[in-house]
Structures are given as C-alpha cells and as structure tokens.
C-alpha cells in the first residue's frame, strides 16, 4: 500500500519527457493512466527510479479517423472515451466490444489505451483487440519517430519492443478492406477480474465474404496469442456451420492457456472456440438480416 | 509559516525531494509540499483531514477511495499526490452544503443505502458523476455505473433504489424550461 | 391520548437512520481516521512461505532507516512473556513467530515509525532466512504421518489432530439405518471463506505511564472481552483498561478475535510512550485474520419409501489452520454444527467430528455463521435435496412432509434443542407462490427442449441465535448474558448504552425504538452509544445475530424498570394509589378518567424535583439479561437459475425469500440485513473462496483473487415477511442478522444442481464456477472443490 521513494517529473512537451528517458538509462518509466503501474509500485512489485507524467503533454487526448481511414488514438485517451464513443460501434466493433469490458467504469476514467497496449499483460484486452485488428504503435524517441507493427509490439509478459528512451505517442488500426464486423467476449467472474479466456475477432467483410480476418486471445497463454493465422481460414469463404466450425477450431489450437484454479486448460480452450463460434454465428446472422 | 512555530525534523530527513502542489479541493485551493510518492487518497485523509474518503485494499478493486477528479470519478489510491496538481478534487465533504445535502446522500438516507457507511463515500460520488452524465438512469446503468465500488453489507438493492430516488428528486427540482 | 407508536419511531416504524447523518457526510469516526498527539505507525512483516524454520531474523537494517522508532521480534516479545498469547478456544497462537512459521501471512515482525511508508520501508529491509518445510493445506494431508507436525510447540500433542468430538444418540441413528428404505449419501466441501469486512482490522494503542492507563481503539465486535483478554495476557489490571470500539465498517466476525497486530501494539505503546496506530491492509486482513468454514462435510439420511426421514448421520472433518483460535460456546468443539436439521423432525442423529491443524490462518468460525450455524444448514440442505432425488420425491413435497408442523412446539430436537415456535409450512407455501413454482417442471421440460438449462433450487433453515442461557453456554467460561443501561434525564430525554457493538446492523437506530416502544419517548430523543468499555455496561458484544435475542431484550427489561419506577412516580404526582394506575404509550393515566394522567416526561422531571418519601430520586437503571432459551428464527429460499450449457456461466433468474424473524423492530432495517447476507450467499455460491495451491501458498489474499460480487452481478432479492413472534423474547424478536448467509448458499448451489439433474452429477463443490459447471455437465462426475495437491 506504500510505494518506495522516486522521483518525478511532469515534462510539459514530449521532446522533454524523452530527454528524461534517455538522461536515466532504463531507470525511468513513462506514467500515463497509471492503473496498472501505480498498483504495481504500491506493492513494490515495479520499483523504477523515476517516473515520468506525461498527462500534461497537450495534444495526446486525439481519437480520430485520418484521411486514409486510418484509426488514431492518441497516448493520453482514457479507456472511456472509446466506451462513450457514438462512432466506434459503426467503424470498428471489435473496439466498441472490449470498451466496456476493460477493468471498471472508475477505472476507466483514467487509464489509456496506449498506456494498456504497452503494459503487456497477458490478459489485456486491448492488446487483444488491437492483435486481432492489426496497427501499429507510433513510437518517438531522441531520433524522431518509427513505427512498430503490433504483431511485434509485445515481446513477452509485461515486456514491449519500446527502446528505453522511446514513448508510444499513439496506436494506429489501419482501415477496413470492406464492411467492418467483429466483437469480443471474454469470460470473467466479475466486473474487474482478469480474464478466464478471452477472444477477439475482427472480420472485413465483402458483401457475405470474408475479405480479412483477424483473431487474437486473452489470459490463454504467456502473452497475448496472436491466432490471426490460425483465423485466416475464413478469407474468401462465407460465414456457414462449416466454416464457422473450422475457424474455431483453429483458432482453439492457436490458444497455449495453462490449467489454474479459474480452470483446466481443456476447459479454456472450449471456451475460445464457444467464443469464437458465437462471435462469427452473431455476424454471420446479422449478415443475414441485412441481406 | 501559517502560524506561530514550524518543527523542523531532524536531520536524516531533510534531503527527501519534496514537490510544490496546488490543488483545489471542495473549492478551495490548498498548497502543499509532498513527496511524490505520497498517494491522493493519503493527502486528503492525514494532509487534510479529509476523513470521509477512504482505504480499503491493496489492489484498485474496492472503491472506497472514490472522489471525482476534474469531475470523473477516480480511485485515489490509484494516483499519486502530484498528479493532481492544478486540477479539481471533490470529497464526499464537498456534497452538499452546511445546510443542504446533496440529493444523492439524501436519497440514501430515505432508502437505506447504507449500513456500515464503509464504502458509501465512493458510492455516492460514483452515483453523482453517473447523475450528472445521465440524469434518467435505467437500473441496469445504475449498477453498471456503480461496479466498480464494492460493497459488502446492502447487496446494492438499496443502494440502486438510493441513487433512482435521488435522480427523481434532481429531475423533479429542475428549474422549469421557459 | 396514548402516541402513535410508528409517529414516535416505535417498534414497527422503518426509521431512518440515525448513523447515517454521520456516514453520508463522511463525517464518521473509524479507527484509521482517530489520530493522537505523537502517534507513531506500526506496519507488520508477514511471512511468505507457509511452513517453515527460521534460521534468523535479521533487522538491524531496519533499524537504521530514519524515522525508525521500534522494530519487534518474536525474541523480544518472548522476553516479555509475550510471543504467544492464549486463544479463545484453550489453544496458544504466536504473537510474533520465534522458532517457526506455521501459515503464510503469519506474523514475524513489526516496525514502529514516524509515519506508515517509512514503516513500510523499513519492513522491506528485514531480512528473513527460513528453511521451508512442507505445507499441509488440507486436514487428509495433516494426518499423513509422513507430513510433518505443526505445532511441535505444545506438549501432549503428538499429531495434527485437534479433536474428537461427538453428539447425539449413535444406538438410536444405527438402528433407524438399519430399518431405512432407502440410504442417501452426500459428501461436500464448504471452501474457507473470509468474512472481508470492507474497512481493515487495527488498533490505537495509547499506554500512559503517568497514570498507569492503556486506551486502545481498536476494531472489536466485543470490546469487554478484550478488556479482559488484555487484562490477564498484559497483567495491567482491568481497571485500568478502557477498549474503545469506534465506527466499525463491518465486522460480520472477522472483527471478534483479538489478533497479533493488537497485541504487538499494546507493547509498542508501552516501550515508546506513545500512541502507536496499526492499520492493517487488505492482504493482511485476507490472509491472517478470521475466516470461516472450511470444513467437509458427510452425511447420510436413513429414509423411510414414503418419503419420511427416520435418522441422520453426519460427520465433519475442520480445517483450523495453524491455532485453534475458533470464537465459540467453549464446550462445543464444533460450534452449534449440531443445529442441523433442527426445523426438521429427524427422530434420531448422530453427529462425529475430527479437527485439524494446517499450515494456514487460524479461525473458522466467523463471517455470518453463527458459530457454524451457516454448515450446518448448507449441509443440511444439501442432503435434504440429494434424498428427495434419491427417493423420487419433488424438492418442495419431501420438505414439507419432514419439516417441524406448527402443532408440534415447542420441538425437542434430537441432539436436544429446544425449538419453540415457526409457521415453517406457511413460509414454505408463500415461496412457492412467488417463485412460480407450480408451473416450473413443465417450463424447465419445455425450455430443455430447447437447449437451455433451467433449475430451481429451496433451501430452509432455522438458527440457534442469541446464544445463550448460563446454563448451557459460555465462553471460556464467562457467561454469554448482555446488558442495557438506561438514563432518563430530567427533560424527559435519555441515553442508552449496551454491551453490544454494531458494525452496520443500526443499533443506534433500533435500540432506541425498543425505548420509545416501553416508554413512548420519542426515539429521537433517545442517544445510543456502544463500545466504551470504560462507559458501556459489561456485554459479550456483536456476532452470531446475538444481539436482538439478549441485548435487545435487556433493551427492554431496563426499560421497564424505569417504566415501573415511573409508574410509582406517577401515581404520587396523581395523587392515587399505584393500582390505580393505567399506562398507554407516553402517559400514566387514573383507571376510570383517562383524562387524568402524567406523561413519561412529568414523571421524568419529578424524578429529579419530586419523588415520594421512600422512593430514591433519578430515573436511572440498567438490566442483565441471561436468555431462557435460543432463538429461533426461520427462512426459506427459493433460487431460479438459467445455465448455460456451453460455458457453465449461471445467472439467476429470480430469488424469493420468505423470513420469519419474528416480530421486526425496523423492517427497513431486516430487509436490508436479508439483501446483504444473500449477495454474500450468492458470493459464496457462485465466485468467492480462499484456497491454495501445491506449494501451500494463499490464492484469496487480495480482492483479485477473491472475489466479491459487484452491482452488477449481484441479483435482485423479491422479499416477503411471515411473523411468528418468539414466546419467550420480551419484544417477541428472533434476530435477521445472519439468517441469509446460513440458508441461502444452498438455495442457489441447489437450483444450479437442479439446472444440470439429468447429467446424474450429485455434487459440484462451491463456489460454482463456471468451470466446475461445465466438467460437470461434460463428467457427469461430481466436482470436488479441495485445494490441489503436489503428487510425487
């Protein structure tokens, strides 16, 4: 409940955060939402040297589509605002799912996307949904900035592929090739618990075609599975029992959980497929509804 | 110097960096010095006396914390002090006034929203933000709104019942439309 | 004219709450918001291994962090007498560990300091050398004599077995088996859950060596009992001991046992000569203080082909952790486990049971059980509902064949209680009414057709509360009675203390009704104050749903002696002979002219300006109440479940409970204790228990792992009343405070169960996970729920 000392510093432009990264060699960590770092140091289970507020960096609270149709979301927007978002449901309902999902409503007032992405929990839901849509993370560092594919963002357990004088300014989802479809379910006790198994699903649909396929899994392995891949077998195919029954359980063998007191790992397994059947079954009927 | 003496402590603890902040809290502007370290929830109960917001796990999951930060809600044992410099707190100290309570303590009381008053605090500041945003809640966004404040003695019935009576009473005091 | 008795906020009137004023403003008093002059902080190091030597403790770095006033060992304490300290049930606990560590969490050392991060910071500097030795997480592995011993402390104790303990008639029960039609068997784990109480333990310990004084605030449901603890485990006498109980938020037990922390602090205080304030966190409270259940639980019922139940056998095997440190009547080993099947006639049973040391927390009775009172009733419910399958008979019919009828009070059970008074069969018929279920075989037929799962579950139960009569009860051999003092001032207002303690429960609120009931002054003009051992009269506190039963009527006994008093005073202002003399609510009026009388308040002034010669002046009293007999409250529920067949998930559909708590003080008040212990029965049922894992560590010590239901999990409660007065109660009250959390667990894991009949699975142990679920309805195999074991 007490954290031990550090120090810190409130740097008000991004070119005076990263100086402070690359001044402490490693020993600084970026402090955004703080909800998932601050528990971590009240425990002293993280202990860094230094933390750096980046909440007083004007223009980082930006969620907007760009002129290409690609999706930005800015370091500094709070989980809520894509919860309370009017438009995300429309463009990108794999997000829309997960938005109310994440932690808590109080909790979600204050923690970022971006902030989530680069924690790497293995149960995170936004690394989920972010795996399953494809993106990259926009990082800044003394040399400017480069982009990191998503698919390679997350290195292992709470581990990212951000230098340690690099910020992530922003997440980036490229747009759909088609009609946007997806959702996310996830298995949890309560409101706030880490996930049992999670699934993500984000479709491009042409018509009652697969264009693309994306696919990717919470709390059933060391870090977020990408079962992109393994869901790839939809491309080109219509949504029907069969296909549907493939994909599953693909994406099923795709999972790599570990048997724990939420469950065996037999049962979350089945617990992706059920969730990757409905989620494709609910498309595919609301496929059928609009034809 | 605010009054007549300041105790300087000892030696061994003068080299701790401590940060200037500003932060208004239940209107009013209050300056301090604290480590960074220091939690919010810790500023406001022993730098303040600001008792009637509380602690009560180790892990972001209780609530009883709750205030409302630039008016979001916000478990302040989750930010550190100095996050909060230049920005608006609200403590269930700053509901309603001397006179007058606030409609959502009101409503507690006439429905029994409480009963150990443990978690009541963060509750009914989490109730005032969701009233603020969404004055006609249905139940279900009541207990949506409020799932993130745990509560172990009312089974949240009443609790549920306690914020619809206060939203009926903020509707009804509206002034009317010309 | 006589008042109106719920205009005056009388018995019968849903007053609001008078704590609330407080608590809404955030202005209440708990023990972290108490501050002293000079408070130091106290922070405790907690072992992280489960079983193990310890080779040293190591704390001079420790000592060497600024603002560092104290840091305690076992050693220190032993010097002092004071590493061990006696428990209430005969047994020793470790204040602070010397030669082992026995569960993890355990105490090891503390740190006194200017503030808790600098407490904190030192703590982390303790350096800790132990030499694990295996860690026993359940009461089968405690009695492999290949496992090693726990309490190699104690003499005269050779294994891990606690006790042996039995009750009833084993000739009578062996013979009714041996006539049964039928045998049905059940077999269960109640988990070990914590009561988690929101606000944390902690105590203010303030020694002043000038006056020889201690005052500690402390959280305590039952602060003359710690008055006296203190007094014989510090030998400061008791006069010179003032325990003062502040807001509590929550207790539901986890607040009766006097713990470590406590102790630790009382020495501090007296080694520094300053206050010292312990708070402790979630994952101290979680992890070392008292829990409850943990026991298994097996039993059988020798049944009659018509469907009467002709005998019961059961045997429970507890799980104590490291100390027997139980809070219990002394002389029951198992607590009031042997009230099961009491609102059921079973001619003859026979109870056995074993208890055991593990490498875990001491405890097990506590959160909401009245003394084992919630086992014995999940127990209970249990293999009532395996035997009407067993036999072929609806859940609702088997129980209303078996249950206690009206006709036959007051009932003598047969492990010999005494139950007085219920309309069982009618609590059970306004269920069934509201919960529709009539017409749910045909809907779970029909709704099964098409793929989904739906099940109805009952459970009854009925409670020993207020324990207890002196001639039965007691706990380490003081006598479970409790008090009332009563003073009306001159103005006709008046301050009441008893020896209870809420946490919730709304006794400022409650007590003062039962005045303006007796007395007609308005209730608002009646104070409450509870918990000050130097002011409050001697009680044996808050748990166990004791305090309406004994408290509540020494309420209203001391109520009536001033109303006697009273009487007296009045007729003297009257001017007529006592017998002449008639009372309605507030006034004494002449027999005949009802016109002539006095109210409460003239008697009140006179008291103090006008008594008659003989009489002492005041109008002051106070009241002990030793209870004739227990309680007996009794409740059915009735639970309506969907499970989802793909996932194991449940959601429940609808729950009816129907509460006889005899008459009801404040309804407001009992519904809304009804809603709180279901949602921690649904708690249990469905998400919330501590277990370990296979090296012996603690899953459940913080609110990640265990779980509390949240607004939106927590179903919605459909609530109805029946009153059957209790005889023997002046106010004819039973007690509510735990009736839902004994009765309801069975009445959701029994709907579930009913949801998933045609899989043939007997048993899925709580909490009902979905994963448990879902391998039972895979297995068809019942779902044990006992922490795993290494193999190998």
């Known amino acids: 409940m007490y954290p031990s000392r550090f120090a810190y510093e409130a740097p008000k432009t991004l070119n005076e955060a990263i100086a402070i990264l690359q001044a402490n060699g490693g020993e600084a960590k970026i402090l955004a939402g703080g909800q998932s770092l601050i528990p971590m140091v009240k425990l002293r289970f993280a202990s860094p040297e230094v933390l750096v507020d980046i909440n007083n960096i004007p223009g980082l609270d930006y969620m907007r589509i760009d002129e290409q149709g690609n999706l930005r979301i800015g370091a500094l927007v709070r989980h809520e605002d894509l919860e309370h978002s009017t438009t995300l449901a429309a463009t990108h309902p794999t997000l829309a799912a997960a938005a109310s999902l994440v932690a808590d409503p109080i909790v979600r007032t204050r923690g970022t996307f971006v902030g989530s992405l680069c924690h790497a929990d293995p149960q995170g839901d936004w690394s989920a949904t972010m795996v399953a849509l494809g993106g990259h993370i926009v990082a800044q560092g003394p040399n400017g900035r480069r982009q990191i594919d998503i698919r390679e963002f997350v290195l292992g357990p709470f581990t990212n592929a951000l230098a340690y004088n690099e910020i992530a300014v922003e997440a980036v989802i490229p747009p759909a090739k088609g009609r946007p479809a997806g959702s996310y379910l996830k298995l949890e006790r309560r409101v706030g618990d880490f996930a049992t198994a999670s699934v993500a699903v984000a479709l491009d649909m042409n018509g009652a075609t697969v264009g693309r396929a994306g696919c990717a899994l919470a709390g059933v392995g060391g870090k977020t599975i990408d079962a992109n891949d393994a869901i790839s077998v939809l491309v080109g195919k219509t949504l029907n029992a069969e296909s549907i029954e493939a994909a599953a359980d693909a994406v099923a063998e795709a999972a790599d959980p570990r048997t724990d007191h939420r469950g065996s790992a037999d049962y979350k397994r089945h617990i992706v497929k059920t969730f990757v059947t409905r989620i494709l079954n609910n498309i595919a009927n609301s496929e059928q509804k609009a034809a | 110097m605010s009054s007549l003496y300041e105790v300087i402590p000892p030696a061994a603890g003068a080299d701790v960096p401590v940060r200037r902040i500003t932060i208004e809290v239940n209107g009013e502007s209050r300056t301090l010095d604290v480590e960074p370290r220091l939690l919010l929830v810790h500023l406001l109960r022993q730098g303040l006396n600001l008792t009637g917001t509380h602690s009560g796990c180790d892990t972001t999951s209780c609530g009883a914390c709750t205030v409302l930060f630039d008016g979001r809600p916000l478990k302040s044992c989750t930010m550190f002090a100095v996050m909060a410099d230049g920005h608006k707190v609200e403590t269930v100290e700053g509901m309603g006034s001397a006179s007058e309570l606030h409609p959502v303590q009101e409503g507690f009381k006439q429905e029994h929203g409480l009963q150990c008053g443990f978690c009541t605090p963060g509750m009914m500041l989490a109730a005032k933000a969701l009233l603020e945003r969404n004055p006609d809640p249905t139940e279900d966004e009541v207990r949506w709104a409020l799932s993130g404040n745990l509560c172990r003695c009312t089974g949240y019935q009443n609790i549920v019942k306690s914020v619809l009576w206060a939203a009926e009473k903020m509707r009804n005091d509206q002034p009317q439309e010309a | ?792």
């Open chain 3, 1 to 792: 004219m006589a008042l109106d008795e719920i205009k005056i906020g009388g018995m019968g009137a849903s007053r609001r709450r008078v704590e609330d004023n407080r608590f809404i403003r955030g202005k209440g008093k708990y023990i972290d918001d108490v501050v002293l002059p000079g408070m130091l902080h106290m922070e405790i190091l907690r072992s992280t291994v489960a079983h193990a030597n310890i080779k040293s403790i190591d704390t001079s770095a420790a000592w060497e962090v600024p603002g560092v006033r104290l840091v305690l060992t076992g050693e220190m304490m032993a010097a002092r007498n004071l590493a061990w300290m006696p428990t209430l049930s005969y047994d020793t606990q470790a204040v602070l560990a010397t030669d082992k560590v026995r569960f993890q969490g355990q105490e090891i050392a503390a740190v006194i300091a200017d503030d808790p991060y600098i407490a904190k910071d030192a703590c982390s500097k303790i350096v800790v050398e132990y030499e694990q030795l295996p860690a026993i997480t359940n009461p089968f592995m405690a009695q492999d004599p290949a496992m090693p011993l726990i309490r190699d402390d104690k003499e005269n104790q050779p294994t891990n077995k606690i006790f042996d303990w039995e009750i009833g008639d084993k000739e009578r029960t062996d013979q009714a088996f041996a006539e049964a039609d039928v045998i049905s068997t059940i077999d269960l784990h109640y988990p070990r859950s914590h009561p988690s109480p929101m606000e944390n333990c902690g105590s203010i310990a303030d020694y002043d060596r000038a006056t020889g004084k201690l005052t500690v605030y402390m959280t305590s449901q039952a602060p003359h009992i710690v008055r006296a603890a203190v007094a014989m485990v510090a030998e400061i006498p008791e006069q010179q001991i003032r325990i003062i109980s502040p807001d509590l938020g929550g207790g539901f037990g986890n607040k009766v046992p006097i713990y470590p922390g406590y102790v630790i602090s009382i020495l501090a205080s007296i080694l520094t000569e300053r206050p010292v304030k312990w708070i402790e966190d979630k994952t101290g409270n979680l992890i070392s203080t008292g829990f409850g259940r943990d026991v298994y639980l097996q039993g059988q019922l020798a049944l009659r082909k018509d469907g009467k139940i002709l005998g019961m056998r059961m045997h429970t095997i507890s799980d104590h952790g490291a100390f027997y440190a139980d809070a219990q009547p002394t002389k029951f080993k198992i607590g009031l486990m042997h009230s099961t099947f009491a609102c059921y006639d079973v001619p003859a049973a026979h109870l056995t049971s074993e208890g055991f040391y593990t490498n875990k927390a001491p405890g097990g009775v506590a959160y909401r059980c009245s003394f084992r009172v919630t086992e014995a009733m999940f127990f209970q419910e249990r293999m009532i509902h395996a035997a009407a399958n067993d036999l072929g008979m609806d859940q609702a019919e088997f129980r209303r064949v078996n249950l206690v009828k009206d006709d036959m009070f007051p009932y003598r059970t047969a492990f010999g209680f005494l139950t007085d008074s219920g309309q069982y069969d009618k609590c059970m018929q306004v269920g069934m009414e509201a919960i529709g279920y009539a017409n749910f075989k045909a809907e779970q037929e029909e709704a099964r057709k098409r793929g989904k799962l739906l099940g109805i579950g009952i459970s009854t139960m009925t409670e020993p509360l207020g324990a207890g009569n002196s001639r039965e009860y007691d706990i380490i051999g003081i006598k479970m009675f409790d008090s009332a003092e009563l003073r009306v001032h001159m103005t006709g207002k008046a301050i009441l203390r008893t020896g209870a303690k809420t946490q919730g429960q709304g006794h400022e609120t409650t007590w003062a009704q039962i005045v303006a009931h007796e007395l007609g002054i308005p209730a608002e003009d009646i104070l409450v104050e509870e918990g000050d051992t130097d002011t409050a009269p001697f009680g044996m506190g808050t748990y166990a749903s004791r305090s309406t039963p004994v408290a509540g009527a020494a309420v209203a006994m001391v109520a009536r002696k001033i109303r006697a008093k009273a009487r007296k005073i009045a007729a003297h202002l009257l001017e007529v002979s006592e017998e002449d003399i008639e009372w309605e609510l507030g006034r004494f009026y002449v027999r005949g002219n009802q016109e002539r009388g006095v109210t409460i308040q003239d008697c009140a002034l006179a008291a103090y300006s006008n008594v008659p010669d003989g009489l002492e002046p005041g109008l002051e009293n106070n009241a002990y109440y030793d209870p004739p007999n227990l309680t007996w409250p009794f409740a059915a529920y009735f639970c309506k479940v969907e499970v989802d067949a793909e996932t194991g998930v449940w959601d429940v559909l609808k729950f009816v409970a129907v509460d006889d708590c005899g008459v009801r003080i404040n309804p407001m008040i009992v519904e809304g204790q009804v809603m709180g212990g279901l949602t921690e029965a649904y708690a249990m049922a469905n998400m919330q228990y501590i277990t370990f894992d296979e090296e012996g560590n603690c899953i459940g010590a913080n609110y990640m792992d265990y779980l509390l239901p949240t607004a939106w999990e927590t179903p919605g409660f459909e609530l109805h009343e029946v009153v059957t007065p209790c005889p023997h109660h002046p106010i004819g009250a039973k007690g509510i405070g735990e009736c839902a959390t004994v009765g309801g667990p069975a009445a959701f894991v029994n709907a579930v169960m009913n949801a998933i009949e045609h899989t043939g699975v007997r048993n899925v142990d709580m909490p009902l996970m979905p994963n448990r679920v879902y391998e039972a309805l895979q297995t068809g195999q019942d779902v044990s729920g006992m922490p795993p074991v290494k193999v190998g």
